[in-house]
């Protein structure tokens, strides 16, 4: 008789760039394969409830279109056409390219570069240790939080809010700026419990008729960048109507009396104009949260992807200021809890090795930085030699056409450590194979709730696989970079991570396989003081010293509103662009990741942009024709979605499809810009300004949206 195959649950923790970090319970078969994968009950914030995409992990780790060996490239680049090589063929390969660069033209010539592929600090981050060791450029992270952090921390001084389980507590969940149905499902678990058990009402915010907004009980559907105009309004009727709470104004917050002047002439009306929404919706929403002590404000990063994004934040932060929200369980709000863990990173990243005169390059204008900008560049050496891990920028950053133009230069070396054929390695000289997160140690802790934990190796990686650190380690021996943490394995890293940062040690972690880092109530809702020497919440904040992560003020920060506002700033639809378009996440792949997924791939179907009915007809569009969106920064084609959802002169593209499933293979981010973004920098994916026509288009210009059309022959078994 055959043997039934051996089943065991094992914890994990998901390591993708997602707010939730969901707490997991993985099947493991035989000790060597993965199937089902659930969400751990005992995690009080994953409740049981995860993502759809990441459920069906076993289509991603066991993916024939996984690479497994080293590549070294044969033909022009982009063309798919490797060979395959050994390891150690390969790291001398990149060593001495780095070490040539170097010698020409500096170690600033050579420069990492890095993401959110994975969310794990020691596979993430380690790439820093190498980095600062070799005295290679350095990298401004600005492609998620540059804004949405700074216009919280801009009120808070503190990147921390009150915990988010609270919501199943509160009386209205005001969900803001995030489509939480496809990027953070949890958030949906606490406010539907609180719907079933308290009848909260549930408050939606965002620029579409998106699935969270069908599930709430107020949706607000308003003009893309207007968020601080709504807020602003909202505050003026608090004061107005005598929902202000000025005992805790005078005493938590900097310039109540001055806020609430400005705002007397930001009424709902005025806000209507610019948001697009009804006096009536506006004034509703503002009786609302000022009848209801127990509000909590869940505020997203979609809506600070704007030009005005910063501000925006802050705005919609000042409401439960001016309610006093704070006070209460269930009320309040939170961006991020990634303040509360306090890590040392010293050792991951090998702090103890930087040079403060090695410039810093901002991730956003890699574009720019690959096509030889001086200011980019900050007037330093062209950029010869790159490692890439956990990202995808050919496909995921702005200005697109500018990033391919960089990285089709023969004059530049780029070697891509990744998990399958993306387009950035199909641009690459050499290809290494890397490991998914349950083939791996790795240490995670989730801005979107409270908990950390340890996810441990499950499984041994399929053909010639190996980890990020294992890279850093090759590479290190090669170029010379002596650091402890290169010699030593990624659980003695996590071990010593946990004790220096005061958490304790890997062993009592795995004991209890998650940890509840919440701070307590008075610290977690800011009675105690906010995060600035006085105590005090900014209404009116320093905003060239907001105590948030940042490489310098840049952008048009000297035209900041002092006070919430709605700055005009963001690009305006004109008469040769007359609509406006947004970048939204897609439910089933998350960035460019799950587009290599079989299931991810038939739900998403193929590119399309939402238009509504009417500006599709005043156009000759109909469902499923093919169109074009241009404006300065190029053109790209998609198929018609006609979609009652969208606000007329509105346009919504949702998820970052390969470039190769677009005609001509320009995907979405060529029409995105690179340009810095008051006060500290940041990309501005939801703030494009383009023309929409109809295209006819050669039939046989349709692209395969699969991936195995990159798929180079030494990937074959």
């Not at 890095?114 to 290679?136: C, E, F, S």
């Not at 500006?615 to 920064?633: C, F, P, S, Y």
């Amino acid at each position: 008789m055959n043997q039934a195959p051996r089943i065991e649950r094992r914890a994990s923790v998901c390591p993708h760039d997602c707010p939730s970090v969901c707490s997991l319970e993985v099947e493991v078969i035989d000790g060597r394969t993965i199937g089902r994968v659930h969400g751990a009950k005992s995690n009080s914030y994953t409740a049981g409830v995860i993502c759809a995409k990441v459920a069906r992990y076993a289509e991603r780790i066991h993916n024939p279109d996984r690479l497994l060996y080293p590549m070294r490239r044969t033909g022009p680049k982009g063309s798919g056409q490797f060979e395959r090589i050994s390891w150690d063929e390969a790291l001398d390969i990149v060593a001495r390219k780095f070490l040539e660069a170097e010698q020409e033209f500096g170690s600033e010539s050579v420069w990492p570069y890095y993401y959110a592929g994975t969310m794990g600090y020691v596979m993430r981050d380690g790439i820093n240790r190498l980095r600062h060791v070799k005295k290679y450029s350095g990298q401004y992270s600005t492609i998620c939080t540059a804004m949405s952090w700074t216009g919280y921390v801009a009120g808070t001084g503190h990147l921390r809010g009150a915990d988010p389980r609270e919501m199943a507590v509160s009386d209205c969940i005001v969900i803001w700026g995030t489509n939480a149905v496809h990027t953070q499902v949890n958030v949906m678990t606490h406010a539907m419990k609180a719907r079933k058990e308290r009848g909260a009402k549930i408050v939606a915010i965002d620029i579409y008729n998106n699935a969270t907004l069908k599930q709430a009980d107020m949706a607000l559907v308003l003009r893309p960048g207007t968020d601080g105009a709504l807020a602003c309004a909202v505050m003026h009727v608090l004061f107005r109507d005598g929902y202000a709470d000025w005992d805790y104004l005078e005493r938590y917050t900097d310039h109540p009396r001055e806020l609430e002047e400005h705002l007397k002439t930001r009424d709902p009306a005025w806000a209507s104009a610019i948001t697009g929404l009804s006096v009536e919706e506006i004034e509703a929403f503002a009786r609302l949260v000022g009848t209801t002590k127990r509000t909590y404000f869940r505020l997203g990063f979609g809506f600070a992807r704007q030009r005005n994004g910063v501000v925006n934040m802050h705005a919609a932060l000042s409401i439960p200021a001016v309610t006093g929200a704070w006070q209460y369980e269930g009320g309040g709000a939170l961006h991020s809890n990634s303040g509360i863990f306090h890590w040392n990173k010293a050792l991951i990243e090998g702090h103890d090795a930087i040079d403060k005169s090695i410039r810093v390059l901002d991730q956003s204008q890699i574009g720019r930085v690959l096509t030889g900008d001086p200011q980019a560049l900050y007037n330093g050496p062209p950029v010869k030699a790159m490692l890439i891990q956990n990202t995808n920028p050919v496909s995921v950053a702005p200005e697109q056409e500018l990033v391919k133009q960089g990285f089709a230069r023969e004059d530049l070396f780029v070697c891509v450590h990744e998990q399958f054929m993306t387009e950035t390695a199909l641009m690459a000289d050499i290809v290494l194979p890397a490991t998914m997160f349950m083939e791996h140690d790795d240490l995670y802790s989730g801005g979107g709730h409270q908990h950390f934990q340890v996810g441990p190796k499950l499984i041994d990686p399929p053909g010639e696989c190996r980890s990020n650190h294992e890279v850093f380690r090759g590479l290190a021996e090669r170029l010379g970079a002596e650091h402890r943490g290169f010699a030593m394995e990624p659980r003695e890293i996590i071990d010593w991570t946990l004790q220096s940062s005061g958490w304790g040690t890997l062993e009592n972690l795995e004991a209890q396989v998650h940890f509840d880092a919440q701070p307590p109530f008075e610290e977690a809702h800011f009675l105690k003081g906010f995060g600035y020497p006085d105590g005090k919440f900014r209404f009116k904040p320093d905003w060239t010293k907001v105590p948030s992560y940042n490489n310098g003020a840049m952008g048009p920060w000297a035209r900041m509103p002092a006070l919430p506002d709605h700055w005009g700033v963001i690009e305006a639809a004109t008469e040769e662009h007359p609509f406006r378009l947004a970048t939204s996440p897609a439910r089933n792949f998350l960035n460019s990741s799950f587009t290599e997924t079989p299931t991810s791939l038939d739900k998403e179907r193929r590119p399309e942009v939402m238009i509504h009915p009417v500006d599709a007809q005043t156009q000759g569009i109909a469902e499923g024709d093919w169109v074009k969106l241009k404006n300065h920064r190029g053109e790209v084609y998609l198929r018609a979605k006609l979609f009652e959802g969208v606000r007329r002169g509105v346009l919504i593209a949702e998820g970052i499809w390969p470039n190769a499933a677009h005609p001509y293979g320009r995907g979405i981010n060529t029409l995105t810009g690179g340009d810095q973004v008051a006060p500290y920098g940041g990309a501005a994916f939801h703030d494009n300004r383009v023309a929409l026509e109809k295209a006819n288009l050669d039939p046989a210009l349709e692209p395969p949206v699969a991936r195995k059309q990159h798929r180079p022959e030494a990937l074959v078994r």
